[in-house]
């Protein structure tokens, strides 16, 4: 039998793996199949060294949610479909979701997984889960109340409310809004700067940004963040890049004389 081509393709260019939903017949829906592809995906992409991982779909829609069929033959447990989405959540690399088209129910679960959401002005943020008579899942609630607040969440969730894409960064769910031709260019850009700095010291800082998350005191926070700033003033390329930023203001020093 022939092996079946993924359901998510990947490209990896200087550290900035790609990851793209790729089954537009089926609106990017997260079969079985589809979310073992992106868990795939993803590992790959960490395996090959990717510094930092940029979620796209092929439009119109950029994920459609879970698959109807799969969840009325229920012959998958439900913890299983959410693979990729965990694969992404737990990625110890900067994450970035650029959004175009709606996301759609546990399509939504997607971008909430990533660190940073860049949605374009076709976006449609529409959980819908209780509209098919399902309790949302996946961490679900627990991610859209950190990006929109308990009553954002509430509104989505309960109320039915959809967000566009300038709504969502109006309200928190996404950092930016920007026009559909700029979505993917937008997204790797902030994804190649992420890739290009020092990458012990970008995953360090993600684990603090993850730890400090769940802290309720400042002091907490502070020894946290001091243990991992005394880690990295003794990095080798700490010391490196204070000599290149003290080369370049002398340079700079030296053409303003002679100007």
């Known amino acids: 039998m022939t092996p079946q081509e ?37 590992d790959e992409a960490l395996s090959r060294g990717a510094r930092a991982l940029v979620l796209t779909a092929e439009p119109p829609v950029f994920c459609a949610g879970g698959s109807l069929e799969g969840l009325l033959e229920r012959r998958v447990p439900l913890a299983e479909m959410y693979a990729g989405m965990n694969r992404l959540a737990r990625a110890p690399v900067p994450t970035i979701a650029a959004v175009g088209g709606p996301a759609i129910g546990a399509g939504v679960n997607l971008p909430l997984a990533c ?16 509209d098919v008579g399902i309790h949302p899942g996946g961490g679900h609630l627990w991610r859209l109340g950190r990006r929109v607040g308990p ?53 360090r800082t993600k684990e603090s940004l993850r730890a400090a998350a769940v802290l309720t005191d400042v002091e907490e926070a502070a020894e946290l963040e001091l243990r991992a700033q005394q880690w990295s003033v003794e990095q080798p390329e700490f010391t ?17 004389r002679n100007a």
């Open 240 to 256: 490196e890049t204070v000599r290149r930023i003290r080369r370049d203001l002398a340079a700079r020093a030296g053409s303003r």
């Open 151 to 203: 009553q954002g969440a509430a509104a989505l969730v309960l109320c039915g409310d959809v967000l566009t894409g300038r709504e969502a960064a109006e309200h928190g769910l996404a950092w930016r809004c920007v026009g559909d031709a700029d979505l993917e260019a937008t997204a790797l850009g902030l994804a190649r700067r992420a890739a290009g700095r020092p990458a012990a010291l970008v995953r």
């Open 115 to 130: 660190d940073v959401v860049i949605a374009s002005d076709s976006a449609r943020f529409d959980p819908r889960f209780l």
């Open 6 to 42: 993924p359901l998510v393709g990947l490209t990896l260019d200087q550290g900035v793996a790609r990851i793209h939903l790729n089954d537009p017949r089926h609106r990017n829906a997260l079969s079985k199949r589809l979310s073992d592809d992106l868990a795939a995906a993803v």
